[in-house]
């Protein structure tokens, strides 16, 4: 069965402090793995695809990476307006609907 | 940019009452998703629309009905309502090629009283 875990479930942060987000994935093919953020009640909101081990991905105080079996979400000095849970998705074949994981919900306290 | 226009962003039926939920995916874009997350939990897929036929199939309710029109919109019908459906309703879009990701919409509450 494809299945996608991601670690810790929650997270506290300080301003600052940078920290790294996971999501294991155990699935029968990858066509693309998937981080999203979301606010609380709004849609999630897409920030990276990544398609191959070795790709990374960057934006803003985010950089995503991923392996044959994980993606990591890292965060470098992170800002209380980054607060949000943030949402690993799998795609196994082309037009196949996302495989999410349960999410990280991050909090940075300034 | 355009984006997903859900409508409406709120709803409140009484059980065993109709809903519909509408979606209007980003011009061009030939899927469309439609997602259930309950409080607290990840999104779970219902069901999607590859050029206006039902392409695949999840944990949607017989309850549960969708169909795609002829301008690509997505209208997810509810019946019977429970109180176990009170939920944010999302809808996403997608090209089936090309390296693009999904777009979500604002999403539906609903919320059966």
């Known amino acids: 069965e494809d299945q996608v875990t991601q670690s810790p479930e929650a997270l506290r942060l300080q301003e600052g402090e940078s920290s790294s987000l996971n999501c294991s994935y155990t699935?029968?093919?990858?066509?693309?793995l998937f981080w999203y953020r979301q606010d609380p009640g709004k849609g999630p909101e897409f920030l990276f695809t990544l398609y191959s081990a070795g790709e990374e991905k960057e934006k803003e105080r985010l950089k995503a990476t991923l392996t044959k079996k994980e993606s990591f979400l890292h965060i470098t000095a992170p800002k209380p307006e980054d607060s949000a849970t943030y949402l690993c998705a799998v795609q196994v074949r082309a037009g196949t609907a996302l495989i999410f994981g349960k999410g990280t919900t991050l909090s940075v306290s300034s | 940019a355009a984006g997903v226009i859900q409508s409406p962003r709120h709803l409140i039926k009484e059980k065993r009452e109709t809903a519909t939920l509408k979606c209007y995916p980003i011009p061009r874009h030939d899927t469309v998703y439609w997602y259930q997350q309950g409080p607290g939990q990840d999104p779970q897929f219902l069901i999607s629309?590859?050029?206006?036929?039902?392409?695949d199939k999840g944990s949607i309710p017989d309850r549960f009905s969708a169909q795609q029109f002829s301008d690509y919109h997505s209208e997810l019908n509810m019946s019977s309502l429970e109180l176990g459906d009170s939920a944010l309703y999302f809808c996403?879009?997608?090209?089936?090629?090309?390296?693009?990701?999904?777009?979500f919409g604002s999403g539906t509450r609903l919320t059966v009283v």
């Open positions: 699935v029968s093919g990858l066509r693309g």
């Open positions: 996403a879009s997608s090209q089936r090629t090309g390296n693009y990701g999904y777009t």
């Open positions: 629309f590859y050029e206006k036929m039902q392409s």
